[in-house]
């Protein structure tokens, strides 16, 4: 099989690292002084901020990433991959309902154990939403609009592409193909705050991403994961609605995260080892040009 050029050499992890701070600290800067200057026009603790800023921060990483690969250069087609002509729904379906039920059931577990030595912090996550009225902000359709396009159309491309395109691929270069799912499913758990049941979404993201050998396959189906939850959060707001929001409750609730991963964990836990990638797997990249990636020169 020939060689291709291999574009992850030079697109270290550390370039995705200080450009993620750089942006946020740029914006910081940019929204700190328009607010000083009274020439925004939100307080700034308005959560209204919140969606802005993460789609802002998200999507100019991105930017910054596709610029500094047109040295490289990398091909984005190859990366993103054909749209699988029979993809099985139905099986696509069941597996993001079965891995909602596996992070909701991690979270209930993790966070019980965390209570014990943070109640406080896992009762105020517990009173979060994705949803706000008008006492909390000061447009709340704009805000809850603004949330929902975030969560739906936002966090999956940018997150897939930076998560499962950009750092399993060069990792992948690195270390090999298994460590590269293990150390992207990691980061990916611990920056969503609930390691085993984002881990376990990272892992299944990234066999998706291999076996389909496209990365909209995983964004699709990381958008169907966060309608889910943000479908059962707003139902969550209705005044009809009983919610967990007290520690007490949520102590007491401990069943319920016991019974969805009793119920998710075999069929999450199958088709990992089912789709468990051999150590010489070719990333997807090199894959859709049916090449070896180029290495570089041993001393």
Known sequence: MASCENPFLAL?????????????????????TLGALELLPLRGDDPLLAPILYSLIFGGLCGAILLTTKQVPLRLGMLLGPWPLHL???????????MFLFSVGAFQVSYLALALVAPGWVESTLQQSLWMSA???TDPGLYNALMLFSVLVVAPIAEEFIFRGVLLHRWGVKWGIRPAIVLTSVLFG???????????FGVVMSLLYLSTRSL?????????????????????????????DTLAEFRASWWLGVVCLLVSAPWVLRYVVYHWPDRDTLLPYFANQGCQPRLPPTT
């Open 12 to 32: 270290k992890a550390r370039l995705v690292v200080v450009s993620f701070f750089v942006i946020s600290l740029g914006l910081a800067l940019v929204f700190g």
């Open 88 to 98: 099985a729904w139905v099986q696509l379906l069941g597996l993001v309902g079965g």
């Open 135 to 137: 006492n909390q902000t």
């Open 190 to 200: 611990v920056l969503h705050s609930n390691l085993v049941g984002l881990f376990m």
């Open 216 to 244: 909209v396959v995983p964004m699709v189906a990381h958008a169907l994961n966060n309608a889910i939850a943000s479908g059962i959060d707003r139902l969550a707001t209705q005044p009809a609605a009983h919610v967990i």
